[in-house]
Nanobody, 128 residues
Framework: VLLQAYGGGLLQAGGSLRLSCAGS????????MGWFRQAPGKDRELVAA????????YYLDSVEGRLTISRDNAKNTVYLQMNSLKPEDTAVYYC??????????????????????WGQGTEVTVSS
């Protein structure tokens, strides 16, 4: 599975940005997808995740209501719409895919070690 994330950039606080992650090499609807971020000097954290059909989602508490994860399986793409951005959202954002089916297709892994494939990251910088 190859994942390619793009859409990052530099913007001011309060602005909006949409990240995209295109997948290939496997039927996209068989992938549970997550968006992680890693700020300088901090651990990588899961920001949002979405189930294979899109029916289940997870959000980090600090982004709830500002960030929205969605997917278009026909376009092999998962999105992260980011609104009302804050300087603390500054990080490199990574998309990741989980392919196992041990816990059913609606299972949302919350730990980075559970994910099987990773994109290259796209940088988001929010200035105050």
């Amino acid at each position: 599975v190859l994942l390619q994330a793009y859409g990052g950039g530099l913007l001011q606080a309060g602005g909006s940005l949409r990240l995209s992650c295109a997948g290939s090499g496997r039927t996209f609807s068989s992938l549970t997808m997550g968006w992680f971020r890693q700020a300088p000097g901090k651990d990588r954290e899961l920001v949002a995740a979405i189930s294979r059909s899109g029916s289940s989602t997870y959000y980090l508490d600090s982004v709830e209501g500002r960030l929205t994860i969605s997917r278009d399986n026909a376009k092999n793409t998962v999105y992260l719409q980011m609104n009302s951005l804050k300087p603390e959202d500054t990080a490199v954002y990574y998309c990741a895919a989980y392919v196992k089916s041990y816990y059913g297709t609606n299972y949302l892994p919350l730990k980075s070690f559970e994910y099987d494939y990773w994109g290259q990251g796209t940088e988001v910088t929010v200035s105050s």
